[in-house]
């Protein structure tokens, strides 16, 4: 799948680089806990924060990899430098979704450990490759992921919780600054949002270790900042509606964006408001007629 057009224009490019000015620094491989090793993909950029973040689980021998970064060269002498220095290896790749920045680096993954190719695993399965169904579970020494199914995101997004140590894997689905900004589906992003604060609460999960950004110590709180977030973002393109003199008038997705926050926001808030806006009309909440070449939205 092809990048939306809207997240490459100009305007958007400059925000997500004036966002990530500040970031705190991520080194190449950190042990986050005694079982939690992060190894960075060597990728930093506009969306992918400081690089994608991967995982090495367990506290044995043999460790567990969440998901091989985009196949920068870095990722794997890191990854291999790593596993060399403690005599480690790794018994089971696990992949939280199908973008290419969490999953480039398999080729070579599997070229640097052929033992590999039988024990990959991914919701959607590409060639040679297993499923992962909800709930599944996946096992090293001293530790048990736990797959929980989660899309929005992508259609086949995978979160994993760490059973008895109080840590989900949120892969894209929370970000350790900022939001999730790339959703494929904002009506299944919300109701997975809700299966991973249900999840939280039944495990009391505190730590969440995301696919991007540092460690995110209060996941709970995190969950309910960004359900509240899009909440607020639908009730206020209805209100844009509602704003509107004549109810059945139609409106472009610019003319919205434009009323909710002006035309110093509208590179930033664009592409928000076309999820928004997608999500209520396959809810029934509001329609579109194709006028030349762009939507006009009205409510039903």
Excluded at 17 to 29: I, M, Q, T
Excluded at 38 to 44: H, Y
Excluded at 79 to 90: E, G, R, W
Aim: net charge negative; glycine share 10%; hydrophobic share 40%.
């Amino acid at each position: 799948m092809s990048t939306p057009k809207v997240w490459t224009q100009p305007g958007w490019q400059e925000y997500l680089s004036a966002r990530n000015a500040g970031l705190p620094y991520l080194p190449a491989a950190a042990e986050l806990s005694t079982e939690v090793v992060r190894i960075l993909g060597g990728n930093p950029g506009n969306m992918q924060l400081q690089g994608t973040n991967t995982y090495l689980v367990g506290s044995g021998q043999e460790r567990i990899l969440i998901d091989t970064g985009q196949g920068c060269p870095i990722w794997l002498t890191t990854l291999v430098n790593y596993l060399d220095k403690h005599q480690l290896s790794i018994s089971q790749v696990l992949l939280t979704h199908w973008h290419t920045d969490h999953t480039g680096g398999l080729p070579a993954l599997l070229a640097q450990y052929p033992h590999l190719a039988g024990s990959v695993y991914k919701a959607h399965p590409d060639r040679g490759q297993h499923s992962i169904r909800d709930g599944q579970t996946f096992t090293a020494e001293g530790t048990t992921l736990r797959a929980v199914f989660t899309p929005g995101h992508s259609q086949d997004h995978m979160c994993f919780v760490l059973e008895d140590s109080g840590a989900m894997f949120t892969g894209d689905n929370v970000l350790g600054h900022g939001s999730s900004v790339v959703v494929e589906d904002l009506g299944q992003y919300m109701k997975s949002l809700k299966v991973m604060t249900q999840n939280v609460g039944n495990e009391d999960i505190a730590v969440g270790y995301p696919g991007h950004g540092a460690v995110i110590d209060d996941l709970p709180a995190k969950l309910i900042i960004w359900s509240r977030h899009w909440e607020m973002r639908e009730k206020k393109v209805l209100s844009a509606f509602k704003g509107n003199t004549k109810r059945r008038a139609s409106l472009t997705t610019r003319e919205i964006v434009l009323s909710l926050y002006g035309p110093e926001m509208e590179a930033m808030a664009g592409p928000f408001i076309m999820q928004v806006l997608s999500k209520l009309a396959d809810e029934g909440k509001v329609g579109f007629a194709v006028a030349g070449q762009e939507k006009k939205w009205f409510m039903l």
